[in-house]
Structures are given as C-alpha cells and as structure tokens.
C-alpha cells in the first residue's frame, strides 16, 4: 500500500528532469566522440562543451533550490542502511555534477584551448595552463564520467526498487507529474 | 601557396584535385633563420588542431579536419601525460650546426 508522501516542489522536478535528460545525453556525448573520428567528432565536443556549462548553471541553482524547496522527508519505514545509502549517494551525485564541468572546464584551460561554447562566445581560462595538469585532469574528467554513470545506475535502480518492491512513495515523490 | 577555389570545387574531399587553370597566390615564404631543440622550444606544448582557428576562420567540410581534430586530442593527451618522463631531446642545435651526428 501506498503510504502518503510529499512530492518535490514542481520547480526541483523541473530541474531533476531536464538535468537527468541532459545528463544522460552528455554521457553519451562524451563516450561517442572520443570514440569518433569522423565528421561528427567535431559536432558532439562542440556540443559537449556548451551542455556542460548550462549543466554547472543548472547544479548551482539545483543546490540553492534544495536548500529553499527541502526535499519531502524519507518513508519512516525505510531502514536505517538504506537512509544512509541514499544520503551519501545524493551528496556524491551533487559533487559528481559539480565536479564534471568545472574539471572539463578546468582541462581545457590547463590545454591551453580556447574555451567556445558558441560562435564568439568563450569563457575565460580557469587554471593556468600546465601540460602535466592537464593530462591528469583529462584522465579524472573520464574516471568522473565513468562513476557518475555508475552512480546514476545505482540511483535508477534505487528508484525502480522504490516504485516496484517498496511501494512507499518515494519514485512519485519525483516522477508522478498528477495536479496536487 | 594558396590557390582560389570556386563554387563547386570538392572541398571534403583531398583525394581530389581541383582543376588546374584556378589562379595561385604566392601568400608569403616560410624563412628558417634559427633552430632550437624541443625541449626549450615554444611548441612541443601545443596540440595544432586543425580546428581550433581564430574568428573569422571556419573550417571547411573536409572530413579530414574532424579526423585530425580526434587523433590529435588523443596524442596531445597521451604525450601530455609522459611530459616529465621524456628524456632529452636526441638532437641538439649544436648536432644539428655541426652537420648532423656522427
């Protein structure tokens, strides 16, 4: 039986879903073109690099919007492992979010690229630039990717575990889109 | 060299060549007037990607530049990574004022 449970404001939603849909995309941007060397190489990091700014925008206004709209609490019911399970993975999603762009961003600098992310318009560098820098955080910029793929799974699957096994609220706290 | 191409002339593909009577432009001449190793050299640093060009500049559709533009990223990364382990440079400026070496 379904227990009552607050939802997420509507404007949390919002964010959680066109990020999660950004997200996704971006993950698989960033898989495709360094595995492409063909024309559509060019397309997906010129599409990657723009993404990943709206996303670290998007994160920023996500954290102060949790602080203002606080998520609905957790069902009593759900055991302690559990509560803890979902606390740490919500901070490392959050930092993940943080952290991709910003060590994109901060790769790209160290490369001494320009940073574009649409014709004429570029961001300033944020590190100096510094070969050994940005070898490691091209390297870390994968590893990130790579983790918040896995954390992004593991979320899923506590979402679907939520709304088919547990039944306690929680998956419609965030996905049911009912007038309240 | 640069040689004005026009409307029609393949650009995204280097396998073929324009026709020969388009008009050529002696745009300048490359002069060496210095040589330096590597390793105190301003360029082993830089990854020379076909496209990353200032304003003004855009790349064509030759399929060719986005090849590069990948490769290149891959290598610039890779040597990146193995800057502090490369050992000097085996050619000196003085091997290469002394004719070569021996």
Redesign the interface.
Same mark, same amino acid.
């Given at each position: 039986m379904t227990a009552p449970h607050d939802r997420f404001a509507v404007l949390s939603r919002l964010l959680h879903w066109v990020m999660a849909v950004l997200i996704l995309a971006m993950l698989f941007i960033g898989v495709g073109?360094?595995a492409?060397?063909?024309? #559509?190489?060019?397309l997906l990091?010129s599409i990657h690099r723009p993404i990943g700014i709206v996303l670290l925008v998007l994160v920023a206004i996500r954290l102060v919007n949790r602080l203002v709209n606080p998520p609905p609490p957790l069902p009593t019911t759900l055991p302690p492992l559990m509560r803890l399970a979902a606390l740490a993975s919500h901070i490392l999603l959050y930092a993940l979010m943080f952290a991709l762009p910003l060590v994109g961003w901060g790769m790209l600098s160290a @490369?001494? $690229?320009?940073i574009v992310l649409y014709e004429?318009l570029q961001l300033p560098p944020i590190l100096p630039?510094d070969?050994?820098l $940005? @070898?490691i955080l #091209?390297?870390l910029h994968t590893w990130l990717a790579y983790l918040l793929f896995a954390t992004f799974l593991a979320h899923l699957g506590a979402a679907l575990f939520h709304f088919l096994i547990r039944r306690d609220g929680v998956f419609e706290s965030m996905a049911s889109w009912r007038r309240s | 060299m640069v040689t004005i191409g026009q409307p029609g002339d393949p650009t995204n593909d280097a396998t073929l060549p324009w026709p020969a009577d388009r008009p050529r432009i002696d745009a300048g001449m490359v002069t060496i007037d210095g040589i330096s190793s590597e390793d105190g050299g301003n360029c082993t +640093?830089? &990854?020379y +990607?076909p /496209?990353?060009l200032p !304003?003004g500049i855009e790349?064509s +559709?030759d399929?060719l /530049? !986005?090849?590069r !533009?990948?490769?290149y990223a891959?290598s610039?990364?890779l040597r990146? &990574?193995e800057?502090?382990q490369k050992p000097p440079s085996a050619v000196t400026p003085k091997d290469v004022k002394a004719g070569g070496k021996s």
């Open positions: 073109m360094v492409s060397e063909s024309p #559509r190489y060019d990091v @490369a001494g $690229y320009p004429g630039r070969l050994m $940005y @070898a #091209r390297h | +640093d830089v &990854n +990607d /496209l990353v !304003s790349p +559709d399929p /530049l !986005s090849a !533009s990948a490769a891959r610039f990364t990146a &990574n800057a502090k």
